[in-house]
T-cell receptor, first 113, second 112 residues
Framework: DSGVTQTPKHLITATGQRVTLRCSPR?????VYWYQQSLDQGLQFLIH???????AKGNILERFSAQQFPDLHSELNLSSLELGDSALYFC????????????FGPGTRLLVL | DAKTTQPPSMDCAEGRAANLPCNHS???????VYWYRQIHSQGPQYIIH???NNETNEMASLIITEDRKSSTLILPHATLRDTAVYYC?????????????FGKGTSLLVTP
């Protein structure tokens, strides 16, 4: 158990819909990272937040957004969903900005029908 | 970004040492080598990391060559539960913050 929690574990929705994925980092960790893992793309970095502020963006679509709240939990919002958004979504946390040891949650499996 | 090259797959007999190689010939002097593994769609699990010196923890050992162009992750006594995809990662620099670039990894199969 990494100490990172993610909800929900599974999510099934329809194209065009919007969903919110939630991540609670390890106690005391200030950084949260989001990654997407699809069959054809592998594990890809989406976005990084540190202590409530966005620090870096990776291959994140404009339809996706994220935020980190004062209690340090983070949410990833996916809108106008397409079939190709079906994937595993992982969040990871680390102690501080630049601390490279990231600890991953169990992931949310999203299926868009 | 320093890229890594790993064999796509390897086999290892249970109880034997598993030696997983990684080439990172373009690594910069201040970049660390990290190893993670992913067991069947679970969240990636941190194993070990190092800069120049060899490192050992309760899970594995990491051997980095003197020129730092390659490294080897050693699982000293592989068990069936070590069957996973193993990723060798070199720290991505500031363009992507501190994201991890996972690549394709090595699929390790531990057999009875």
């Amino acid at each position: 158990d990494s100490g990172v929690t993610q909800t929900p574990k599974h999510l099934i929705t329809a194209t065009g819909q919007r969903v919110t994925l939630r991540c609670s980092p390890r106690s005391g960790d200030l950084s949260v990272y989001w990654y997407q893992q699809s069959l054809d793309q592998g594990l890809q970095f989406l976005i990084h937040y540190y202590n409530g502020e966005e620090r870096a963006k990776g291959n994140i679509l404009e339809r996706f957004s994220a935020q980190q709240f004062p209690d340090l939990h983070s949410e990833l919002n996916l809108s106008s969903l397409e079939l190709g958004d079906s994937a595993l979504y992982f969040c990871a946390s680390s102690a501080w900005d630049g601390e490279e040891t990231q600890y991953f949650g169990p992931g949310t499996r999203l299926l868009v029908l | 970004d320093a890229k890594t090259t790993q064999p796509p797959s390897m086999d290892c007999a249970e109880g034997r040492a598993a030696n997983l190689p990684c080439n990172h010939s373009t690594i910069s002097g201040n970049e660390y080598v990290y190893w993670y593994r992913q067991i069947h769609s679970q969240g990636p699990q941190y194993i070990i990391h190092g800069l120049k010196n060899n490192e050992t923890n309760e899970m594995a050992s990491l051997i980095i060559t003197e020129d730092r162009k390659s490294s080897t992750l050693i699982l000293p006594h592989a068990t069936l539960r070590d069957t996973a995809v193993y990723y060798c990662i070199v720290r991505v620099d500031s363009n992507s913050g501190y994201a991890l670039n996972f690549g394709k990894g090595t699929s390790l199969l531990v057999t009875p």
